[in-house]
């Protein structure tokens, strides 16, 4: 249904805007680790961050903290669970940290459950990043955090379903943008989009917070399983290019 909806977005955006300017993309090093046990996970991507951050303390990386400071970057290290099987997956100087810390641990020390580690496997790759002459649709695989207290506050006043969709357009932009930033990737030219998605709620930071589930489409290469928007350390807006 989302393929269908957003195919009809791709005539509008290629319409209105037929040509896209480039420059080489750059390449990320990713790396996806996932571990698997004789009973089924019944933990959460925060209990693993916990986890993570309590065994390896002395990577901030893993946990963006130093002492009493928190760094506010974009996460190098995102912890998801995706149909109940964790993923750790690490970018850049994450992934080479991750790496390291493959074989370091046996059981993954949860809240309610020791999770004993039977099989695991570690994927590394590198992907294209940053603007594209082609447009590529994306899926969430996690809620998508999008609204922040200012555009939250314009996103509810409108009741006008074409404003609400340009809001999240820019946000997906700025979340763009940012990411790109944290890259060292300048953005060459105009970043294009369309949302095709649904109102949610999500627990974050043991709050409610408005969430979106669905999908969209632009001109802008991301590799799959990172995160785009708010809390994607702790597994939010997990992306991954439809096929």
């Known amino acids: 249904m989302i393929r269908v909806i957003i195919s009809k977005l791709e005539k509008i955006l290629l ?14 090093k990713t790396l996806e680790m996932t571990f698997e046990g004789p009973e089924e996970f019944r933990g959460d991507a ?3 961050r916990g986890f993570f951050a309590s065994k390896f303390n002395e990577y901030d990386q893993l946990h963006n903290h130093n002492t009493d400071r928190f760094y506010y970057r974009y996460p190098l290290v995102q912890y998801k669970v995706l149909d109940r099987i964790p993923l750790v997956v690490g970018i850049n100087e994450g992934a080479e940290i991750l790496k390291g810390l493959f074989d370091k641990f046996d059981t993954v020390t949860l809240p309610h459950q020791n999770f004993e580690i039977t099989e695991r496997s570690l994927r590394l790759k590198k992907q294209d990043f940053g603007l594209t002459k082609s447009l590529y649709f994306y899926e969430f695989l996690t809620p998508w955090l999008a609204l922040n207290k200012e555009n939250k506050e314009r996103f ?11 809001i999240l357009r ?3 932009v700025g979340n763009l943008l940012s990411m790109s930033k944290a890259f060292g990737y300048t953005v060459p030219d105009t970043i294009k989009c369309d949302v095709n998605v649904e109102i949610n709620r999500s627990k974050y930071k043991n709050l ?7 999908g969209f489409m632009t001109n802008f290469l991301i590799p799959d399983f990172i995160g785009i928007g708010k809390g994607v350390a702790k597994g939010f807006g997990t992306v991954r290019k439809m096929k």
Request: aromatic share 16%.
């Open 46 to 48: 925060n209990q693993i």
């Open 156 to 166: 509810f006043e409108t009741r006008n379903p074409e404003e609400q969709k340009e």
């Open 170 to 172: 820019k946000t997906l």
């Open 15 to 28: 319409k209105n805007y037929p040509y896209f300017m480039t420059q080489e993309n750059i390449k990320l």
């Open 208 to 214: 409610d917070f408005t969430s979106f589930t669905g």
